[in-house]
Nanobody, 115 residues
């Protein structure tokens, strides 16, 4: 069964850090580029970062460059997003999924950054 379970969100003050985790099922993790997305109220879902299956190709959205780090553990089928120097505009629900041909979305994890 295809499954995506995001966790690690929370409430932090500006400048703080969080580490998000996405537990994936093997069918959608091992051979695919994976990505983190986020969606703020009233906005469309946007790509935050992506990582190739072998971790050799990583790209970030301009608004998180230098602050966020995406990584993956292919043995555990887990995707991570280390978020440092969080800002109020990073407040959103964060999701993980395949970069191409997304599978059904998980529930996401809420990140709230206070000024």
């Amino acid at each position: 069964q295809v499954q995506l379970v995001e966790s690690g969100g929370g409430l932090v003050q500006a400048g703080g850090s969080l580490r998000l985790t996405c537990q994936c099922s093997r069918e959608i993790f091992s051979a695919y580029a994976m990505a983190w997305y986020r969606q703020s109220p009233g906005k469309e879902r946007e790509l935050v970062a992506r990582i190739s299956p072998g971790t050799s190709v990583i790209r970030y959205a301009d608004f998180v460059k230098g602050r966020f780090t995406i990584s993956r553990d292919n043995a555990k089928w887990v995707l991570y997003l280390q978020m440092n120097n969080l800002q109020p505009e990073d407040t959103a629900v964060y999701y993980c999924n395949k970069e191409q041909a997304p599978v059904p979305w998980g529930q996401g994890t809420q990140v709230t950054v206070s000024p």
